[in-house]
């Protein structure tokens, strides 16, 4: 051993991640492409800016002198709101457990999974035309809109929550010579129940604010009556219902904030 | 009745041409308690969970014979096979119970291949269901604890309502796997000796996968030394001497 040793060879504590580099120039260089395409400059931001300030001066005072017909269309947001929710969770309840890949077969779990996906896949405003195309103007078309959206993603949230169950505790309820339903009934609903009304109510909370919009394609409710204010300009109005619908939504979430704590 | 099971010829074969089970054949009497030992990954476990197909068998006959008739339990499908399986109950390493459940639904899980749905589903159980539950609730020493969640319960208690659950089958079988691997020493003797006792009060025989070579000379009539999925040693407690577990786990020096 001697102190007069040769300088060992540098270490490279890391691996240079060449590719997350090259990923993240690529992201910086389309940034700047897509906002020269699409005319993002300042210029056309302070302009806008201008018009904003005449149209929020235009919306005050809110004018609540049509409430009828404001408290019309939230009843109907409501009720479409509460009946696609439980009609989306009735539908998302067995489909959910037809998609977990951990208790149905991989021929059921598939076409099921394809069949949650496609709900997902298109927003609910582009189903709501859809359903307004195929069943008419009205309140029918956006709850049936909000089911498809619902089924979406309480069931596939659902299916998740399955795939992360113990299976030792299915198992043992299997192994009493308990029939397939009873299996569920005893082995995975306990589970998973209390998640699946926290889905529920989560999906009750955004169908309340999805409701108001589907009225803007004409498939009922407050969105209906809020897209003829702004096409007559009565921005009072229409900020009169937007006060609303934001006092709606608050109010749900602390309701339903409530209901999860009190399920704790 | 000369024997409540009788296995032959069992091969399983998770991957083709390994056999875990090798050609395995055991008859157990209508009696008393028969402790399975044998290394880790030796075939025990799968051997239990033959019995009640919870593990399909590659090949061979499990013959069970009881109050409800005999049959191969190898052969069934459907509904026979939930049929037999009612009829033997099983204990796990871990408990297995439903966490979210309370104590009594567990115990009353042991009913669930008995009642119809609809009974399972609104709690409407038999009053000589409930009346039972409750008398192996008082049996395992939980008489206070019906209405309390599973996840409440501490290891050895768990373990109790795991055992009610299986005796609420009324089972011709008792299978236990591994119970006693999750508990400290002295909840094990309690636990194994709360088993033997009410197995041997319902006439049950049991057959139990154990580690604990002391423990399994304790409470079993009848030992059987596993090595490498085939039976090497089966008979009394006495008989089974070190030459013996050398063989069955190998080596000498742990001894």
Not at chain 1, 19 to 28: A, E, F, Q, S, Y
Not at chain 1, 220 to 248: E, M, N, Q
Request: hydrophobic letters at 50%; a positive charge.
């Amino acid at each position: 051993m001697s102190d007069a040793t040769l300088p060992a060879p540098r270490r490279t504590p890391f691996a240079p991640e060449w590719g997350m580099r090259v990923l993240g120039l690529l992201l910086i260089a389309y940034l700047i492409y897509a906002s020269t395409q699409l005319d993002l400059g300042l210029g056309r931001f302070i302009t806008g800016l201008g018009e904003g300030g005449r149209f929020l001066a235009r919306m005050f005072p809110p004018n609540f002198e049509r409430w009828e017909l404001l408290l019309e269309g939230m009843i109907e947001s409501i009720q479409i709101a509460v009946l696609a929710t439980v009609g989306g969770i009735i539908l998302s309840l067995p489909l959910g457990l037809m998609a977990a890949r951990n208790l149905s077969p991989w021929w059921v779990s598939g076409p099921v999974r394809a069949f949650i996906a496609v709900c997902r896949s298109l927003h609910y405003v582009i189903v709501a035309i859809l359903f307004v195309k195929a069943l008419g103007f009205g309140a029918l078309a956006g709850v049936a809109a909000l089911i498809v959206a619902s089924v979406g993603f309480v069931a596939k949230l659902f299916a998740e929550a399955v795939e992360e169950i113990s299976m030792k505790q299915v198992e043992a309820v299997r192994s009493t010579g308990a029939s397939g339903m009873a299996v569920l009934l005893y082995g995975v609903l306990p589970q998973v129940a209390s998640r699946f009304v926290g889905f529920g109510l989560y999906q009750l909370d955004s169908n309340l604010r999805n409701s108001t919009l589907v009225g803007v394609v004409g498939a009922g409710g407050i969105g209906g009556t809020l897209f003829a204010a702004f096409k007559r300009f009565d921005y009072d109005f229409v900020s009169a219902i937007l006060i609303t619908i934001i006092g709606l939504i608050l109010l749900a979430e602390l309701v339903s904030g409530r209901i999860r704590a009190a399920m704790q | 009745m000369s024997a409540a099971l009788d296995i032959r010829g069992l091969t399983k074969e998770y991957v083709r041409g390994k056999p875990v089970l090798r050609n395995l054949d055991l008859s157990i009497g209508a009696e008393g308690i028969t402790a399975i030992i044998g290394p880790s990954g030796t075939g025990k476990s799968t051997l239990l969970r033959c019995i009640n197909r919870l593990v399909e068998p590659t090949k061979g006959e499990i013959r069970l014979t009881g109050a409800g008739g005999s049959i191969d339990i190898a052969k069934l499908r459907g509904r026979g096979l939930r049929l037999a399986r009612r009829r033997i109950g099983m204990v796990f390493q871990e408990y297995n119970l439903v966490e979210r459940l309370s104590v009594m639904e567990n115990v009353l899980c042991g009913r669930l291949g008995y009642v119809p749905l609809w009974r399972a589903w609104l709690r409407k159980y038999p009053e000589q269901d409930i009346a039972r539950a409750f008398a192996l609730l008082d049996a395992v020493g939980l008489p206070e604890h019906a209405t309390r969640r599973a996840d409440a319960l501490s290891g050895g208690q768990r373990q109790r309502v795991g055992i009610a659950r299986a005796l609420m089958q009324r089972p011709d079988l008792l299978l236990a796997d591994e119970p006693t691997s999750s508990l400290d020493p002295r909840t094990s003797v309690e636990v194994l000796e709360m088993l033997t006792k009410l197995a041997a009060a319902e006439g049950v025989p049991v057959i139990i996968n154990i580690h604990n070579v002391a423990l399994a000379k304790r409470y079993a009539k009848r030992i059987v030394g596993m090595h490498e999925g085939a039976i090497i040693f089966d008979g009394p407690p006495e008989a089974l001497q070190d030459d013996h577990l050398r063989r069955i786990y190998g080596g000498e020096d742990w001894l």
